[in-house]
Nanobody, 115 residues
Framework: QVQLVESGGGLVQAGGSLRLSCAASGRTFSNYAMGWYRQAPGKQRELVAR???????NYADSVKGRFTISRDNAKNTVYLQMNSLKPEDTAVYYC?????????WGQGTQVTVSS
């Protein structure tokens, strides 16, 4: 019943920008932290950014100053604004929310940054 639907991925040149969106349905997640993860082939999935229910954020060192996570609780949606993209940002990006009982994941959206 719970779904996280992502959009906004694509192909961009280095230095460009993308805005990822993840719209949740099935329940309201305003009381929980939400985050974005990414995974490249052959590599571990890593946390990119996280935002708590109170709006505090944290970022991987590799994206600090370039990425911004935000949320709109009225829309039950979390965003990731990605600026100054680098080829090393190329990965499948997943949104995530964890409750007391379950962790939910989006389907993943491909972000490819060309040189």
């Amino acid at each position: 019943q719970v779904q996280l639907v992502e959009s906004g991925g694509g192909l961009v040149q280095a230095g460009g920008s993308l805005r990822l969106s993840c719209a949740a349905s099935g329940r309201t997640f305003s009381n929980y932290a939400m985050g974005w993860y990414r995974q490249a082939p052959g590599k571990q999935r890593e946390l990119v950014a996280r935002i708590t229910n109170g709006g505090t954020t944290n970022y991987a060192d590799s994206v600090k100053g370039r990425f911004t996570i935000s949320r709109d609780n009225a829309k039950n949606t979390v965003y990731l604004q990605m600026n100054s993209l680098k080829p090393e940002d190329t990965a499948v990006y997943y949104c995530n929310v964890g409750t007391v009982f379950s962790n939910y994941w989006g389907q993943g959206t491909q972000v490819t940054v060309s040189s």
